[in-house]
């Protein structure tokens, strides 16, 4: 009996986690509550999180610091324009980055970015996810629309 407690008690937990991670994101005004649920998305596929991102994503970027960081990629959901005014009204646009170790194949991916390592059109934003979504997910980060402190 004290067996079957336990075993429900565990299926019950991991139920509980597993929803608690799938919640879904509908919003850029709550994406600081992706970073604590960090144990949720590490070394999952980048797919597992977008299944439940429902905000339209306007620009990906890449970035490599250096050698003994993990890569990151930079999900924005403001548009070129609408970026440009918040920054320049001192004001961080709301933003996903999302870490993790390349493979050889993931390497040679984002090689094919343009210069800046920025994809802002809709269409090629979906081919690329559609190359990277079986990418394992290190850490992932959300930040709210914030005010640059004076």
């Known amino acids: 009996m004290k067996n079957l407690i336990i075993t429900i008690f565990l299926f019950l937990s991991a139920l509980i986690n597993n929803l608690i ?8 005004h709550n ?40 890569n990151q990629i930079i999900l924005r959901f403001d ?9 320049s009204n001192k ?4 933003r996903i980055i999302i870490q993790f170790v390349p493979d050889k194949d993931t390497q040679n991916i984002f090689k094919h970015l343009n210069n800046l390592g920025i994809v802002e059109d809709r269409d090629d ?9 079986n990418i394992k997910i290190f850490m992932i980060y ?7 402190d004076k």
């Open 125 to 133: 934003i979906k081919d690329f996810i559609k190359k990277i979504e």
């Open 79 to 87: 548009e070129r324009l609408e970026y440009n005014k918040m920054r």
């Open 31 to 70: 994406l600081d509550k992706i970073s604590n649920k960090q144990d949720s998305f590490y070394n999952k596929p980048l797919k597992y999180f977008l299944n439940n991102l429902k905000i339209d994503i306007s620009s990906l970027s890449y970035q490599k610091e250096c050698e003994s960081n993990p």
């Open 91 to 94: 004001i961080i646009p709301a």
């Open 21 to 28: 991670a799938q919640e879904v994101i509908t919003s850029k």
């Open 142 to 148: 959300g930040y709210n629309e914030h005010q640059i």
